[in-house]
């Protein structure tokens, strides 16, 4: 089992950056992909992006459109999401999640374990 903290989330202009974390603990770092996810109450849960156990691949949704880098440090036991250009349409809550044995998928269903989420809100 592994437990996952975010963390970074808050409140940002239009066009500013924002970098969220997300701290793992329990079982091998390394046995899990992991991804973000995004919710607001007006939709369900959308993926944001993935990376592979090792870090070597790393998957986004359209819309990210080169404004977002997933990236994980294996001897920290973290994954980033460095998310520039942010837009008041990103604003959600935005969760991570680990995927044993995965290698990085779309797919909230795929997903072992998640954190309890981190607000952000990006005003224009």
């Known amino acids: 089992q592994v437990q996952l903290v975010e963390s970074g989330g808050g409140l940002v202009q239009a066009g500013g950056s924002l970098r969220l974390s997300c701290a793992a603990s329990?079982?091998?770092?390394?046995?899990?992909?992991m991804g973000w996810f995004r919710q607001t109450p007006a939709k369900d849960r959308e993926f944001v992006a993935a990376?592979?156990?090792?870090?070597?691949?790393?998957y986004y949704n359209d819309f990210v459109n080169g404004r977002f880098t997933i990236s994980r440090d294996n001897a920290k036991n973290t994954v980033y999401l460095q998310m520039n250009s942010l837009k008041p349409e990103d604003t959600a809550v935005y969760y991570c999640?680990?995927?044993?044995?995965?290698?990085?998928?779309?797919?909230?269903?795929?997903?072992?374990?998640w954190g309890q989420g981190t607000p952000v809100t990006v005003s224009s």
């Open positions: 999640a680990a995927d044993e044995l995965g290698s990085g998928s779309s797919y909230y269903g795929d997903y072992d374990y």
């Open positions: 329990g079982r091998t770092f390394s046995r899990y992909a």
């Open positions: 990376i592979s156990r090792s870090g070597d691949m790393a």
